[in-house]
């Protein structure tokens, strides 16, 4: 009876650990598994997620900002060559061969004449007009080239000179300038005609319309604004910074004004580049160009509505 009471206590322990066992086991196969995600060791917190994200992501490529450089003196060389190649340095080489033409001819140098402003479309004074006109503002591209190349140094037209800071100022250093240096103009031309070294100037042929003064008068103005613009204030700005001595860059500047006059003969080109001197100098000491274009409009607004009037009236003035 001990025996088997010792047995059937045995047997009931073990029976009793083998169901616990098989409890625990059907618990542990039944519970549904913690995912990486759902462990809270595995859980990180926001910061320290977008900074794994960061690192994970490749850098953003930086764009590298653009440095504008001064240009080299050889482009800046370059510079001035372009410039003068589209505009007045291509009329300076065009009147030396107009010039060499007239010396070889067979009639003498006074015998011969030279339109400075003539009709576009003869018989026909409405489409005369629209061609001056078109013709006016296609002169003055080359100068919004050199505001242009003025913008991307940083610069503009007031570094030259050229805007309406000063106007009583500068209207009245022109107006004087105009007297002085028109009167002496007009004189160096009689005298060099009269010596037969100077083309007969005839200073407009336009037809008798009502439009015939004011186009003279935007002629004038349009000379003006190109010479001034780019032979006095781009030209010796820009000789400035290659270093040439002011009195040789006023030198070459007047040289180059007086090779596109050099058409209308040896005393256009004397009196022009005298007056380029002139104007370098005043440019050097105002440090504007504005007053030399007021100077310059009104010299050649009044040799052509005068020439207009006169010709053919007073017997100082070739006849054309």
Do not use: C
């Amino acid at each position: 009876m001990t025996m088997t009471d010792e047995t059937s206590t045995t047997s009931r322990e073990g029976m009793a650990a083998a169901a616990r066992a098989g409890i625990a086991s059907h618990a542990e196969a039944t519970a549904p598994r913690a995912t990486a995600a759902s462990r809270p060791e595995a859980t990180a917190p926001p910061a320290a997620t977008a900074a794994g994200a960061a690192a994970t992501e490749p850098p953003a490529a930086v764009t590298p900002q653009a440095t504008v450089r001064p240009p080299t003196p050889a482009l800046q060389r370059w510079e001035i060559v372009t410039v003068l190649a589209v505009s007045l340095g291509a009329s300076g080489v065009y009147a030396l061969v107009q010039y060499i033409g007239s010396l070889t001819a067979h009639e003498a140098l006074s015998k011969q004449q030279v339109i400075v402003h003539g009709t576009l479309a003869p018989g026909r004074p409405l489409l005369d007009l629209f061609l001056q006109l078109t013709n006016i503002a296609l002169a003055l591209a080359p100068v919004l080239l050199v505001f242009y190349l003025l913008a991307r140094a940083g610069e503009g037209p007031s570094s030259i000179g050229l805007d309406a800071s000063q106007p009583g100022r500068d209207l009245g250093r022109g107006a004087v300038l105009a007297a002085v240096i028109g009167g002496s103009g007009l004189g160096l031309y009689l005298i060099a005609y009269h010596l037969g070294v100077e083309l007969n100037v005839v200073a407009e042929n336009l037809p008798d319309v009502w439009w015939r003064i004011p186009i003279l008068i935007l002629s004038a103005a349009q000379n003006a604004i190109l010479e001034e613009v780019i032979v006095v204030g781009y030209l010796l700005s820009r000789l400035d910074r290659l270093g040439v001595k002011p009195a040789k860059a006023i030198a070459i500047s007047a040289v180059i004004r007086g090779s596109y006059h050099l058409y209308q003969g040896v005393g256009a080109f004397i009196g022009n580049a005298t007056m380029g001197a002139i104007f370098g100098v005043l440019y050097r000491r105002w440090g504007r160009v504005t007053p030399l274009i007021v100077a310059h409009t009104l010299i050649d607004s009044v040799a052509f509505v005068g020439y207009a009037v006169l010709a053919g009236h007073v017997s100082w003035l070739p006849a054309p």
